[in-house]
């Protein structure tokens, strides 16, 4: 059980003086408990020959005094050892979500974002109450089991021999027991799991669920999961249910022993009643202990199952991380793209991208064309590391890509993903969330360049509108410019859009480019377009068709050519002179 405990092994080590504090004052305070049942079998004994009132008050205080030092390192061993367990889970939260910020995109493919909340918020309560109140009452248990046993030997060693007989017993049970609920409670945090990552994807998905009217069919789904779970826990239910009872009845019978043989010892003669009193209140206070042992070994089976999955989590190596050893250019980055023979597959699959050679100079644009799957993302994925090509097939300013820190790298480039994403704040927060101290004015020109200004405005808070999760108070147009906006905001000397124009109409995005083309000076610009009207005033266009550049060149020299680009366009132009003409 205490290997499962290694992962914490730093956290521990970092709080080792508060945790040493902790555990002086539990000492003190089971060294002052184990005194109490002494003095009550002295007060009896020394009334059995007389009882005045001087030695009721004498006694009285003693035991008063006794309470007062008691409770203040009770009050110690209590404020120390709980607060350390909430500072390691301040800690270990951090950790977490620290390490889950730097994964790359990869990472949140494979892993549900319902099952990992489950493990940051029910896993981490569970690994706190094993660092408070399990090793807490475990220190409690062990230090007066150890300081009481002496004065009960020298009390009766006949007597506590006997009513330490049924202890083996309860050290056997709480093993069986013990493994079992270990294996269970790992069993409900899967299932814990799989219920949160159930209710985030239909909370997400809630309009979706509702256009096809799947409302039904997915609470039936989601009552037979919880279904499971219940089923899981009742399960841990009834073997707790029979863990504590058997501790009390071996606690039981430990005290029935204690009363049959102690009796004839006091009968006989070989210890006075005063002392058969003192051993009965070490028994009865070692009652507590023994039966919270039944609740500390849940707690820590409890425990070390979560901390298994913490621990997977915290383990996590980003798969887009700085390489040691390479020295990190931290130069200015002034814009120069090279793609270099690149061949790109996801987890060693079927290739992507084949033969990619491309050469985009500072301060250039290219557009990129091609059908649904050719692998227009995925190439522009590669530029701020979202993904990882092979050494040296994609540079930057002449130099490998994994040559620049990460987050250098990141800071020189603006990215408008294909996929809008908006945090549950203010337009205007969402708009300067990569220039965190930027003006209102720098905020409102963003927002001009990618025309959603006005329409700001027309809100009753303009820019101090909240907008919901995921940004679902705003048109999927709304969303996309202000995405747009949040990079130009950055000034970034690479500019990238993932299709960034693909839920506007022709008119906004004949406005939207007409501002771009001004932040477009200066600074290289790729962008991936579907509509050759997108397309055509780019410096130059690459089509992309089923991985490889099958049609490089600008507007012009591309028609002359007569290839997929020249199909594009004259299909383009057909619709709009039929919408026209409609």
Same mark, same amino acid.
């Given at each position: 059980?205490?290997?499962?405990?290694?992962?914490?092994?730093?956290?521990?080590?970092?709080?080792?003086?508060?945790?040493?504090? &902790?555990?002086?004052?539990?000492?003190?305070?089971?060294?002052?408990?184990?005194?109490?049942?002494?003095?009550?079998?002295?007060?009896?004994?020394?009334?059995?020959?007389?009882?005045?009132?001087?030695?009721?008050?004498?006694?009285?205080?003693?035991?008063?005094?006794?309470?007062?030092?008691?409770?203040?390192?009770?009050?110690?061993?209590?404020?120390?050892?709980?607060?350390?367990?909430?500072?390691?889970?301040? +800690?270990?939260?951090?950790?977490?979500?620290?390490?889950?910020?730097?994964?790359?995109?990869?990472?949140?493919?494979?892993?549900?974002?319902?099952?990992?909340?489950?493990?940051?918020?029910?896993?981490?309560?569970?690994?706190?109450?094993?660092?408070?109140?399990?090793?807490?009452?475990?220190?409690?248990?062990?230090?007066?089991?150890?300081?009481?046993?002496?004065?009960?030997?020298?009390?009766?060693?006949?007597?506590?021999?006997?009513?330490?007989?049924?202890?083996?017993?309860?050290?056997?049970?709480?093993?069986?027991?013990?493994?079992?609920?270990?294996?269970?409670?790992?069993?409900?945090?899967?299932?814990?799991?799989?219920?949160?990552?159930?209710?985030?994807?239909?909370?997400?998905?809630?309009?979706?669920?509702?256009?096809?009217?799947?409302?039904?069919?997915?609470?039936?789904?989601?009552?037979?999961?919880?279904?499971?779970?219940?089923?899981?826990?009742?399960?841990?239910?009834?073997?707790?249910?029979?863990?504590?009872?058997?501790?009390?009845?071996?606690?039981?019978?430990?005290?029935?022993?204690?009363?049959?043989?102690?009796?004839?010892?006091?009968?006989?003669?070989?210890?006075?009643?005063?002392?058969?009193?003192?051993?009965?209140?070490?028994?009865?206070?070692?009652?507590?202990?023994?039966?919270?042992?039944?609740?500390?070994?849940?707690?820590?089976?409890? &425990?070390?199952?979560?901390?298994?999955?913490?621990?997977?989590?915290?383990?996590?190596?980003?798969?887009?991380?700085?390489?040691? &050893?390479?020295?990190?250019?931290?130069?200015?980055?002034?814009?120069?793209?090279?793609?270099?023979?690149?061949?790109?597959?996801?987890?060693?699959?079927?290739?992507?991208?084949?033969?990619?050679?491309?050469?985009?100079?500072?301060?250039?644009?290219?557009?990129?064309?091609?059908?649904?799957?050719?692998?227009?993302?995925?190439?522009?994925?590669?530029?701020?590391?979202?993904?990882?090509?092979?050494?040296?097939?994609?540079?930057?300013?002449?130099?490998?890509?994994?040559?620049?820190?990460?987050?250098?790298?990141?800071?020189?480039?603006?990215?408008?993903?294909?996929?809008?994403?908006?945090?549950? +704040?203010?337009?205007?927060?969402?708009?300067?969330?990569?220039?965190?101290?930027?003006?209102?004015?720098?905020?409102?020109?963003?927002?001009?360049?990618?025309?959603?200004?006005?329409?700001?405005?027309?809100?009753?808070?303009?820019?101090?509108?909240?907008?919901?999760?995921?940004?679902?108070?705003?048109?999927?147009?709304?969303? /996309?410019?202000?995405?747009?906006?949040?990079?130009?905001?950055?000034?970034?000397?690479?500019?990238?859009?993932?299709?960034?124009?693909?839920?506007?109409?022709?008119?906004?995005?004949?406005?939207?480019?007409?501002?771009?083309?001004?932040?477009?000076?200066?600074?290289?610009?790729?962008?991936?377009?579907?509509?050759?009207?997108?397309?055509?005033?780019?410096?130059?266009?690459?089509?992309?068709?089923?991985?490889?550049?099958?049609?490089?060149?600008?507007?012009?020299?591309?028609?002359?050519?007569?290839?997929?680009?020249?199909?594009?366009?004259?299909?383009? /132009?057909?619709?709009?002179?039929?919408?026209?003409?409609?």
């Amino acid at each position: 059980m205490f290997s499962r405990l290694r992962p914490l092994a730093p956290y521990l080590k970092r709080y080792w003086k508060p945790l040493a504090w &902790g555990g002086v004052a539990t000492i003190f305070y089971n060294v002052v408990k184990v005194l109490i049942p002494l003095v009550i079998g002295h007060a009896i004994d020394d009334m059995h020959h007389g009882i005045t009132e001087q030695k009721i008050l004498y006694h009285s205080l003693r035991l008063f005094g006794l309470a007062v030092f008691s409770s203040i390192f009770l009050y110690t061993m209590r404020q120390v050892v709980i607060g350390v367990s909430r500072q390691i889970e301040f +800690d270990l939260r951090n950790d977490l979500f620290a390490n889950l910020e730097r994964q790359s995109a990869s990472f949140y493919q494979t892993h549900r974002t319902g099952d990992i909340m489950a493990r940051t918020t029910n896993d981490l309560n569970a690994v706190r109450q094993l660092l408070g109140p399990a090793i807490m009452y475990s220190a409690n248990t062990i230090v007066f089991t150890a300081a009481a046993l002496p004065f009960m030997y020298r009390i009766s060693p006949k007597l506590t021999f006997f009513a330490f007989v049924p202890l083996p017993l309860a050290s056997i049970l709480v093993q069986y027991f013990g493994n079992r609920i270990h294996t269970r409670f790992e069993r409900i945090q899967a299932m814990f799991s799989d219920i949160s990552a159930k209710a985030q994807e239909n909370f997400s998905g809630a309009r979706l669920i509702r256009a096809f009217a799947q409302e039904d069919a997915e609470i039936a789904s989601f009552e037979t999961a919880n279904s499971e779970y219940i089923r899981r826990s009742l399960l841990l239910v009834r073997l707790m249910a029979m863990l504590w009872p058997t501790l009390e009845f071996v606690l039981g019978l430990s005290l029935m022993i204690t009363l049959l043989v102690g009796g004839h010892e006091v009968v006989m003669h070989r210890i006075s009643v005063g002392e058969f009193t003192a051993f009965n209140v070490y028994m009865v206070q070692l009652t507590w202990p023994m039966i919270a042992v039944g609740w500390v070994v849940n707690l820590f089976q409890r &425990g070390t199952a979560s901390i298994v999955r913490i621990d997977e989590l915290l383990k996590e190596v980003p798969a887009i991380r700085d390489d040691a &050893g390479q020295g990190f250019a931290e130069a200015e980055i002034h814009g120069a793209i090279s793609f270099c023979n690149l061949n790109f597959s996801y987890n060693k699959g079927t290739p992507v991208l084949s033969g990619i050679n491309l050469d985009i100079p500072a301060g250039s644009s290219l557009a990129i064309v091609g059908p649904t799957g050719s692998g227009k993302s995925t190439l522009v994925n590669l530029i701020p590391r979202l993904y990882d090509a092979e050494p040296g097939t994609v540079l930057i300013d002449g130099k490998p890509i994994r040559s620049f820190r990460v987050d250098s790298l990141r800071r020189g480039i603006g990215f408008v993903p294909q996929e809008t994403f908006l945090f549950s +704040d203010t337009i205007r927060e969402n708009i300067a969330f990569g220039v965190p101290f930027a003006t209102e004015e720098q905020v409102e020109s963003a927002a001009v360049t990618a025309h959603i200004r006005t329409e700001i405005l027309e809100f009753p808070k303009g820019f101090a509108t909240l907008v919901g999760e995921r940004g679902i108070t705003l048109s999927g147009g709304q969303k /996309q410019r202000t995405a747009i906006a949040r990079a130009v905001l950055r000034d970034p000397k690479i500019l990238v859009l993932d299709d960034a124009l693909a839920s506007v109409d022709t008119y906004t995005e004949e406005r939207i480019l007409s501002g771009l083309r001004e932040v477009m000076q200066g600074r290289t610009t790729v962008f991936i377009a579907h509509r050759v009207s997108t397309a055509r005033n780019a410096d130059r266009i690459a089509v992309l068709i089923d991985g490889r550049i099958a049609e490089l060149g600008t507007h012009d020299e591309l028609l002359a050519g007569g290839g997929y680009y020249t199909g594009l366009f004259e299909k383009q /132009q057909l619709e709009e002179e039929l919408a026209v003409t409609s």
